[in-house]
C-alpha cells in the first residue's frame, strides 16, 4: 500500500503537480483581453512569496495572480523557480503597467514601471503569443 502511494506521488510530481512545499490556492477566472486565463492567487505574504517555487510544469492557459493590499512598487525574482515565466504588472484599474520575461532559476529583479495592484505569471512567451500588450484590461480581478 505503502509503495503505491509513493508511485502515484511520484507519478504526479512528474508531471508538475503540487510539490510537499506547495498547497493548493484559491483560483479565480480572468479575462485577459480576448484570452480566458484560469490563476491561483497568491494573497498573504506566505503564498506570494512562495509563488511558483519548485514548480516543474504550468497548463496552458493557467499562472498565478499576485494581490496586494495597496498599490506598490512589487518586484520579482526566480529563486527556487524550475519553470520559465511571463509576468505581467497590473495597476488597480486592472491595466498593464508593462510585462518581463523571467528566467528559472534567477535572482535579478524584475519590477513595474509604476506602481501596481496586481502582477500575473504565466508560461513563458503566454502574453507575445496572444498579442497582449501593456495597456491590455483584465477583467475578473478580485477586489478587497
Known sequence: MLIGAWLLASTANAQGALSPEQKI???VH??????SVKAEIAENDADRARGLMFRTFLKPDNGMLFVFDRTDQYCFWMRNT???????????????????????????????VRPVRYA????????????VKPGTKIDGLPRR
Do not use: R
Open 120 to 131: 500575473l505569471e504565466m508560461n513563458s512567451g503566454w502574453y507575445a503569443s496572444k498579442d
Open 25 to 27: 490556492l484559491p483560483v
Open 82 to 112: 524550475k519553470i520559465p515565466l511571463s509576468i505581467a504588472f497590473i495597476d488597480e484599474a486592472g491595466i498593464i503597467a508593462n510585462m518581463d520575461e523571467m528566467q528559472p532559476g534567477t535572482l535579478n529583479s524584475h519590477c513595474p
Open 30 to 35: 480572468l479575462s485577459v483581453g480576448a484570452y
